[in-house]
């Protein structure tokens, strides 16, 4: 079992930056691949980015790529997500994911989620 709590989002302008984390307990942290999702109110979550269990390798959606930095601290059990140039079309709520040895881009195949946070960006 692993817990996931993420904290840092907020209300921000547009082109401003947030830093997410998601702080883990439980199960070893560095077996896990983790993932970065959100969910827009009347839409379906959507991937967002994902780091492989030893942070080697990142992967990110299309509309985030270049904006986004997705990192993490097997030291400290934590993942961020650093967001820069924010719109408004980012405006959701950011939920972080765990999947134990891989890193799938849609949210079914991860195993654990924390309970989201809201990121609100204004124009």
Known sequence: QVQLVESGGGLVQAGGSL??????S???????????FRQAPGKEREFVAA???SGSSTYYAGSVKG????SRDNAKNTVYL?????????TAVY?????PGRVPNRPNDYDYWGQ?????VSS
């Open 67 to 70: 904006r986004f930095t997705i």
């Open 82 to 90: 650093q967001m820069n140039s924010l719109k408004s079309e980012d």
């Open 116 to 120: 989201g946070t809201q990121v609100t």
């Open 19 to 24: 830093r997410l984390s998601c702080a883990a």
């Open 26 to 36: 439980g199960r070893t942290f560095s077996w896990y691949g983790m993932g970065w």
């Open 95 to 99: 939920y972080c994911a765990a999947a």
């Open 51 to 53: 780091i492989t269990y």
